[in-house]
Nanobody
């Protein structure tokens, strides 16, 4: 069974940093196209970052310059380094395998990020 497990969320003050991890089991994710998405209460789900099988990265305008997506294929782990966090970054963060466009077929359970003073 293929699983994605996120970790690293928590409560942080504005301007702080967190690093989220997403570990895959059951499949080598070297060739996957992976995304980090987030959803805040009452808001639409938003893609924040992606990395394709060639290592090309993409970011939403709302996080560009503050967030960095990366992966360690040896550890089958995807990361999201989040710096200069803002209250509007508060959301549940998910990693997901992207099949193309906005289609995803494997999701993690999510990890909560709360940015508040």
């Amino acid at each position: 069974e293929v699983q994605l497990v996120e970790s690293g969320g928590g409560l942080v003050q504005p301007g702080g940093s967190l690093r989220l991890s997403c570990t895959a089991s059951g499949l080598n994710f070297r060739s996957w196209h992976m995304k980090w998405l987030r959803q805040a209460p009452g808001k639409q789900r938003e893609e924040v970052a992606g990395i394709d099988s060639d290592g090309k990265t993409t970011y939403s305008d709302s996080v560009k310059g503050r967030f960095t997506i990366s992966q360690d294929n040896a550890k089958n782990t995807l990361y999201l380094q989040m710096n200069d966090l803002k209250p509007e970054d508060t959301a549940m963060y998910y990693c997901a395998r992207c099949l193309g466009g906005y289609e995803y077929n494997i999701w993690g359970q999510g990890t909560q990020v709360t940015v508040s003073s």
